[in-house]
């Protein structure tokens, strides 16, 4: 079963509203991570947060990680059209070794 | 895409026929990996290899094989015996001291018919 499971699967909103994406996970972790996917295209690595960690900033993005729910949400700010991408959350468990789980993704589309 | 490199973008195979992909990488990152995706899925691991001439399975590993002769290098080779390749392959690349940051190269989309 799919550790990271995303919410909502796919979301659209106008530009310059804000985003909210959330990733749900079931084993203990190191880390947590957020990743975006252009249609067709790799992924980017957007933002890593620690277990040890409850808020993150990188720019518009703000990742916040609660343990104890066991979950994560991303949200990016004042969005762009450019934003419009799938969003995927990946779990570095922990005693696993040099695996990340993927979940299957938010699909985000900014409307102009 | 970072400095990993795939090649081709686009493969297309018949049935039957065994396939390389290309995956380099000048990051100078130790570890290395193969994920594959389907349409409206997350990714699951096919192969990794944390040094040279050293690989382990992932989840999915049946129907693929791997080498790593060199450090820059993971190619992919999807065989007869794999029965859905049809696929996006996405190799990625990590440092030792933070492996679980990966960063992930273009893509090859292959289908096979």
């Known amino acids: 079963s799919q550790q990271g499971e995303e919410d909502p699967q796919a979301l659209s909103i106008q530009e310059g509203e804000n985003a909210t994406m959330n990733c749900s996970y079931k084993t203990s972790i190191n880390n947590l991570q957020w990743y975006r996917q252009n249609s067709g295209r790799g992924l980017v690595h957007l933002i890593l947060i620690r277990s040890n960690e409850r808020e993150k900033h990188s720019g518009r993005l703000r990742v916040t990680l609660d343990t104890s729910k066991k979950s994560s949400s991303l949200l990016i700010t004042a969005s762009r059209a450019a934003d419009t991408a799938s969003y995927f959350c990946?779990?570095?468990?922990?005693?696993?070794?040099?695996?990340?789980?993927f979940g299957k993704g938010t699909l985000l589309t900014v409307n102009p | 895409d970072g400095g990993i490199t795939q090649s081709p973008k686009y493969l297309f195979r018949k049935e039957g026929q065994n396939v390389t992909l290309s995956c380099e990488q000048n990051l100078n990152h130790d570890a290395m990996y193969w994920y594959r995706q389907d349409p409206g899925q997350g990714l699951r691991l096919i192969y990794y290899s944390q040094i040279v001439n050293d690989f382990q399975k992932g989840d999915i590993a049946e129907g693929y094989s791997v080498s790593r002769e060199k450090k820059e290098s993971f190619p992919l080779t999807v065989t007869s015996a794999q029965k859905n390749p049809t696929a996006f392959y996405l190799c990625?690349?990590?440092?030792?001291?933070?492996?679980?940051?990966?960063?992930f190269g273009p893509g090859t989309r292959l289908t096979v018919t």
């Open positions: 990946a779990t570095d468990d922990r005693g696993s070794n040099y695996k990340l789980t």
């Open positions: 990625a690349s990590s440092p030792r001291d933070s492996w679980s940051e990966q960063y």
